[in-house]
């Protein structure tokens, strides 16, 4: 159980070799039960929780030891509550019918193909509003570059 678990899943993929299965993304979820698009896990919790998330933490340095108790409970919050949100939007799903739409998603998220990214490709994940032919094949060299960068595990972090 995620909550906008393509990075999460990403990153199991490139570690592990594979995808773990099966998964509920809470975010998809609320999709599916009319939330919008990419409805935060704090708005879910409000609203179906009853629950109030501290997201100050979001951006923090999570590489620093020791954790501060403030990082801690964030890190806490950002699960305590995701099974009430699941279990919400789930019985929503199963009374509207909706369930098939979750599954089709998943399966979108539970696929290796998904995080397979080809450098030549990569480009075409960044939102430009340029489609001048120079700029375009400026921006896909940079973005081939720091893809293969990535997946080679050589890019320094001030770098990419």
Known sequence: ??????QDLEIFYHMMGEVPAPIADTQVMAMACGFGDSASYET????LANA?????????DWAHR???DRQLSYALDDVIH???????????????GRMAWLADEMAILESPSTYQ??????????KTRSDKPRFLAVLREIAAWREREAQTGTCHAAAC
């Open 52 to 60: 109030s998330v501290d997201k100050l933490s979001r951006f923090t």
């Open 82 to 96: 995701l099974q009430v949100v699941y279990e919400k939007l789930k019985r929503k799903l199963e009374s509207t």
């Open 117 to 126: 990214v080809d450098p030549l490709r990569a480009w075409q994940r960044l």
């Open 66 to 68: 020791p954790l501060t």
């Open 1 to 6: 159980m995620f909550h906008a678990a393509r």
């Open 44 to 47: 879910l919790c409000g609203k």
